[in-house]
């Protein structure tokens, strides 16, 4: 059973309370977070644990559905009544800070100098809130992905992966033939591998990685212009195309690919974090780690996109609840442990990784190490209805056979039209 230090979450609390004078009434902040299930406890002892040592603040914390967590994020904001601090994704961070949304993280509040020491507090999952030397907010989940192998299935196939797992997408082509097995009418009733072909998030985690491991980059995050025409980005989607209809391997018509490898009808997927274990484990399923392929030629070593999730706080709340509000983030932010022990949330704070729990899974190792590697998707205004657009010009040229050039210019044009309205 796991158990969470209380008195060390405490001591926290407090050593936050004396850094900072007691205001002179207590002032409430709202607190707005996504639903995360194994996380909800700890969030009530969290704020309980904060208000005991601060009692200048009070924490009014309210729980979304995760489905509609960002829609009311984006009326609060848009009808004034939006939380003073929130916690939503490095995916959104673009078109909030283009909003002028975002209050820059107050460094004395939160205990620190300058922005090195904040890297030094909270590790390398700061860089995806920090612009041009700013950051914007504290991390409390950091993620990337590795492929996972379902060990029956690759036995079942004679390979093991601890031996065979391939380690460019070339390699991935034929071990997934070696993987798939087929009915009579060759339609693969277990596929090898497959793409996360569900939600156009994963065109940004997975196939702009792809891009990028070939040097290409198909959003500038400053100058907010698009380069989907590119050789790069034809490589890629002629690989996609490939796997689904000149290999016949897999494709957006089968179930999607996480659901898929649960439920034993894909021997390998590559878009789960190192919270995936529970999962397996509830679906019976032994597995292995290994890392994302790259491409024989390519030329820039890093795995599938990171992303990450942060406590923000609201520029246009008052002075005093902006403080309020930058000092319970960073007492959630420093929480790394706890995180990761009862919610199975990693995060980049140093002594997560030095953890029984940690240092006992050896594949953890695999998700650090891409990490270190790993880039953020771009994060831009109209990251979604780029996402979208991508998905789009994806399916015209895998399902609908359409000339791939036509339709890369085409989404150019459109992405050139999204950014150019900010």
Known sequence: MIRIDLKRICSVA????????????????????????????????????????????????????????????????????????????????????????????????????????????????????????????????????????????????????????PATWEEMVEVARKLTRRDDGNVPVVRGFDFNWSDPIFMWLTFNAMVNQLGGTVIDEAALTADFDSVQVRTVMDFWSAWANDWALGGPQYTASRDAFLAGELATECTFGSWGRDQ??????????????????GTVDTGFNAYAYYMMVNANAPPERQEAAWRFAAFYASQGEALFEEAGLFTTVPAVQELESYTSDGSNTIFTDELDKAVFSP???????????????????????????????????????????F
């Open 14 to 165: 407090v050593i936050a309370m004396l850094a900072t004078p007691a205001l002179g009434e207590p002032v409430t902040i709202a607190v707005w977070m996504h639903e995360h299930p194994p996380r909800l406890a700890l969030d009530e002892k969290l704020v309980a644990a904060f208000e005991q040592a601060n009692p200048d603040i009070n924490v009014d914390l309210t729980i979304f559905p995760n489905a509609q967590f960002e829609q009311r994020l984006q009326i609060g904001f848009a009808s004034g009544d939006g939380p003073d601090l929130f916690n939503s994704g490095s995916f959104n961070i673009g078109q909030y800070r283009h909003s002028r949304l975002l209050a820059p993280v107050d460094l004395k509040t939160v205990g620190v100098d300058d922005l090195n020491e904040l890297k030094a507090k909270f590790g390398i999952g700061i860089a995806g809130a920090e612009f041009d030397g700013v950051a914007y907010g504290l991390p409390t989940e950091v993620s990337n992905y590795a492929c996972v192998a379902n060990n029956a299935l690759w036995r079942t196939a004679g390979l093991d992966p601890a031996k065979d797992a």
């Open 280 to 297: 397996f484990k509830a679906a019976g399923i032994d597995y292995t780690f290994f890392p994302v392929p790259r491409w024989r030629e």
């Open 379 to 421: 994060r831009v205004p109209g990251f979604n209805e780029l996402g979208d657009a991508l998905a789009r010009a994806r399916d015209r040229i895998v399902i609908n056979h359409e000339d791939a050039s036509a339709a890369l210019g085409e989404l150019e044009a459109e992405a050139s039209t999204i950014l150019g309205r």
